[in-house]
């Protein structure tokens, strides 16, 4: 649950928002009765599905960049520290990085990598 709010946290509180939102609308003089409750079920179960969508397909991107790792293949995660110079990096076990819990490490560089910011590497580099 705890890796759950840490990866969804964001857009619960985007979602809460929509809900408020929602709520407002739907509360309108304009606006049928019924609305709010109809209103307030199909977004809730919208978002619900969405975010448990985007949750099920982080931690499962996860596991595989864990396992590229664990095979001794490469893995380029996002740089959101350095945007000027790099936009992204390349970890492996050569190059000194250890897998801890759902963070990359290397007792070399100064942050840490989560497991969610990483894709496999493919070996071709863009212009």
């Known amino acids: 649950m705890e890796l759950f709010f840490e990866l969804e946290i964001v857009y619960i509180i985007i979602g809460i928002f929509i809900l408020v939102v929602t709520a407002i609308v739907t509360t309108r003089d304009f606006v049928p009765k019924v609305a ?18 985007h949750y099920y397909m982080t931690t499962s991107r996860m596991a595989g960049v ?37 963070s990359f490490k290397n007792d070399d560089y100064e942050r840490d990598f989560h497991t969610s910011r990483c894709i496999e590497f493919d070996g071709i580099v863009p212009k």
Request: proline share 0%; charged share 25%.
């Open 36 to 53: 709010f409750s109809r209103g307030m079920i199909m977004v809730s179960m919208f978002l619900t599905v969405m975010i448990s969508i």
């Open 66 to 102: 864990k396992d590229i790792f664990n095979n001794g293949e490469t893995v380029i995660c996002e740089n959101k520290m350095r945007r000027t110079i790099s936009r992204s990096v390349l970890l492996s076990k050569e190059l000194g990085w250890r897998l801890d819990g759902d």
